[in-house]
């Protein structure tokens, strides 16, 4: 179940920056690690945005960064990494601006953050639903947001197909 | 930026969701709806807006999400400053 609610000013945005691959700032923010999927995802979607020249930043927990970090030694794939509170207050203080997100949502908690970086940022949020419960947690998801929902836990392969479509490295 | 364990904090409940936070909370008669990054004991707020915190005599109560553990709601005592910052917000 793929579903799209994109807010107005996203095709606003669109249109009046031509060299938004230069300009775009792209947060990834993980949840727990405990789900197997996340920390691959996290990593194809930070290598595309790389190679389409996004600055991407990575936002999560000191145990999901360090997933990231063994995985990628030598930073291949990811540009930067920032502790999740940090990231938040730095939000919050208008001490970081990011044009686009993109949250890894596989509880409750996840769904707090995904609207939490609606609320900071003013800026389209992808919420990427996985695990066992991810369509029962679509339904909590009352904020606009564009939604891709799989509930995989250990095969990443139908989710990365869903981010595909959804190609957001060429928006 | 702050840190919850550096404050005397109890937990009323634990591993909740957002929504059984913001019900438990609607009971007290002197609440307050602040947005996501709200700044409290210099903790940034989370949660789906609107957040709602309450004041119970000197005691502060707000919901303090934990990516891997949920959402726990949290009484902070002697919050009078914190307090006073709320209400000023009216």
């Known amino acids: 179940m793929t579903s799209s609610f994109i807010p107005l000013d996203f095709h606003t945005y669109c249109i009046s920056m031509p060299d938004e691959s230069i300009r775009r700032v792209a947060l990834l923010v993980m949840g727990c690690p405990k789900v197997p999927v996340q920390t691959s995802l996290v990593l194809y979607l930070a290598s595309r945005m790389k190679k389409a020249g996004i600055r991407t930043i990575i936002a999560g927990t000191p145990s999901a960064r360090q997933l990231i970090r063994v995985a990628d030694p030598d930073g291949h794939y990811i540009m930067e990494m920032k502790d999740l509170d940090a990231t938040v207050a730095a939000l919050a203080d208008g001490e970081l601006t990011v044009t686009d997100s993109y949250v890894f949502v596989h509880n409750d908690a996840g769904i707090s953050y995904a609207a939490s970086m609606l609320s900071l940022t003013n800026r389209p949020v992808t919420a990427i639903l996985f695990g066992e419960e991810a369509v029962q947690m679509a339904h909590e998801i009352t904020f606009p947001c564009t939604v891709i929902v799989e509930p995989a836990t250990h095969n990443p392969m139908q989710l990365k197909r869903k981010i595909e479509e959804a190609a957001p490295w060429d928006v | ?90």
Do not use: N, W
């Not at chain 2, 009971?27 to 957040?51: A, C, H, L, T």
């Not at chain 2, 553990?69 to 902070?76: A, D, E, K, Y």
């Open chain 2, 1 to 90: 930026m702050g840190c919850l364990e550096s404050l005397p904090y109890e937990v009323l409940l634990s591993k909740i969701s957002f929504k059984e936070a913001r019900v438990f909370l609607s009971k007290y008669p002197e609440k307050y709806d602040v947005q996501p990054g709200y700044r409290m004991f210099d903790i940034s707020i989370i949660g789906v807006p609107p957040i709602r915190v309450a004041v119970d005599g000197e005691s502060l109560l707000f919901p303090f999400t934990k990516p891997c553990h949920g959402t726990f709601l949290i009484r902070v005592p002697e919050a009078a400053e914190e307090i006073a910052k709320l209400r000023a917000r009216k």
